[in-house]
Nanobody
């Protein structure tokens, strides 16, 4: 059974930084794409970063240049470094993995950016 656990969320002021981590168990981590989505209150869940098994990354324009996704296959962990945070980045951040995205989900971690 695949299990994903996100950590690293919290409350930060606008302009600050946070680093999210997601540890995956129960799957062949290195073979799968990984992604981070977020869901703001009243809005649909949206992709904020993805990384393929080969290390290629993709970001929407809303976070490009501010967010960086990376993976450590030895630790079965994917990271999301978030810099220059804005209040509109507030939401629950979910980790997902699979041969295609979205796949299995974690439980999410709350990120709140105050103005």
């Amino acid at each position: 059974q695949v299990h994903l656990v996100e950590t690293g969320g919290g409350l930060v002021q606008a302009g600050g930084s946070l680093r999210l981590s997601c540890v995956v168990s129960g799957s062949i981590f290195s073979a799968n794409a990984m992604g981070w989505y977020r869901q703001a209150p009243g809005k649909q869940r949206e992709l904020v970063a993805m990384i393929t098994s080969g290390g290629n990354t993709n970001y929407p324009n809303s976070v490009k240049g501010r967010f960086t996704i990376s993976r450590d296959n030895a630790k079965n962990t994917v990271y999301l470094q978030m810099n220059s945070l804005k209040p509109e980045d507030t939401g629950v951040y979910y980790c997902t993995q699979g041969p295609t995205l979205p796949g299995n989900w974690g439980q999410g971690t709350q990120v709140t950016v105050s103005s």
